[in-house]
């Protein structure tokens, strides 16, 4: 009964041994997350503090598997401290190598020599190659312990062979004993560590990991390893993919996958995910478009039968325009500020306003030349409604300055209408609702902007149209915008609306109204086309 015993006590041991070298342990150089899958957007499992012992299981790429604290997950292999080579050690038991000891070993084997008895024959030993035992992995076979037993008599047996399996046992259970103790310290580092999840909160974390903005892509397209399409492309990214843009370079978009994988795409090729809104980025842009306004131009005085210039009349001309501008938006969380100033020339066309005096009559008619300078100059605060296509909605507070000069207003020759010139200037309140990405390719962009208070007109001295002039004026605008890879197509129309009420009139004026109030309806009609450059 005692050789079967000390059978299932070698076996013991060794599966023992074999269970404990199954894992390496390797502790994390700073503190780390041990997540769900590879990727810092994975579900985050628990937090792991510097110094923590972990128990590795695989490398996946940058990613190694390991087990801490009972939860298996991924932690990156930069800040895991890994053996010189980064291979996964193995953490195999040694054995004494004894001179004559086969390499075939296993339960039932018949490699081992006959003249392998006693301790030998138990792997009790001093000294060996301890480089050529890794190489035996297998179990010491069965028929060493009972090969000689028959051939010696019961009580020759009772004397040689009790010793051998006392120091068999002691050899054997020996080693596991140790490992049993380890094991039983692990588990109770375990269990402690377990204990300490609770203390150790990440549910903030990870709701910041998912507040970043979110992207994707309509066609499968390449990601580059940089700002350029002559550099390598290592993956491509699908509709189904969850992006996660950064920062931009010129056309260019850096992301991240929900694997950890980042590269380059264009940024024209990305649409908004689920949290929508814009990038996340600061914006500068400069643009300059060039176009036509057409200036209308209506005069009425009440009381007065004068059908004629000063009193009552309508004038109308066009003329070239060219817009320039620059703004910049800064987002802070889902709100937007920023600010934008805008510059615009206009000058008549043909001459300017036709004017003739009497009517087809000798003295030849003239064309008086005007010029308008429109500066806008305006401050926004807006809020990222993160939709899609980024749409967004602003509030605006500027100033106005609007300049209508008539060309050598004094010289009646070239003025004979005596129209004065002009300058209009006051706070601006107004809202814009803009929608960036209505397409990949096409943004589109409405404003609001009037002048209900604080608002001045001067005219040229004694030309003045009335005594106590008041105005209000009210700008529609909307935008069209065409993205191409290094710049913005832009088309833009806009209707500019103000009313003045001169109030009665001025004595000494030389434009002598002949009524009791003079007011004046202005209506500029504008539209342009150019394009836009993005920082």
Known sequence: MRVPALILVVALGLFLGVGVAAAEKVKSNQATKLYSRPGEQAKVLLAVKSGQSMQLLSKDGRWLKVRVKGRTGYVPRSKVDMADDGAIARNTRRRPFVEGRGKKRGFGGDGAPDDRVGADAMGDGGGGDEEEEEEEDEPPPKKKVVAKAPAKDEEDEEEEEAPPPKKKVAAVSKPPAKDEEEDEEDEEERSKDDEGDEEEPITDEKEEVDARPRARVSKKVAVYDEPDEESDSPFSVRPTDTLFPGKTEGAWTFVENADGDGGWIQTDLLEMGESGGTSGKRVIDVRARAGIMIIQQGMRTAGSNLVDVPDNYNIGTSSVT???????????????????????????????????????????????????????????????????????????????????????????????????????????????????????????????????????????????????????????????????????????????????????????STRVHMGTNVKRTDIFHQITFGVAKGF
């Open 322 to 508: 060219i817009a320039l501008g620059g703004g910049i938006m800064i987002p802070k969380g889902k709100y937007l500020f920023g600010g934008e100033m805008t510059y615009e020339y206009s000058k008549t066309l043909g001459g300017g306003v036709f004017y003739d005096k009497d009517k087809g009559g000798p003295e030849p008619g003239v064309n008086i030349g005007i010029v308008v300078h429109n500066v806008n100059v305006r401050g926004m605060a807006g809020i990222d409604l993160k939709k899609k296509s980024g749409m967004a909605l602003f509030g605006r507070l500027g100033y106005r300055y609007q300049g209508f000069l008539v060309n050598d207003v004094a010289n009646m020759a070239a003025n004979p209408a005596q129209l004065p010139s002009e300058v209009v200037k006051g706070p601006t309140l107004g809202a814009a609702f803009a929608i960036p990405k209505l397409t990949t390719k096409i943004g589109l962009r409405f404003s609001l902007d009037t002048m209900l208070f604080g608002a001045s007109i001067t005219q040229t001295r004694g030309l003045e149209d009335g005594a106590s002039p008041s105005v209000t004026a009210i700008v529609l605008g909307t935008g069209l915008v065409y993205r191409m890879k290094a710049f913005d197509l832009q088309a833009a129309y806009d209707l500019n609306y103000m009313g003045v009420d001169f109030g009665a009139p001025l004595a000494s």
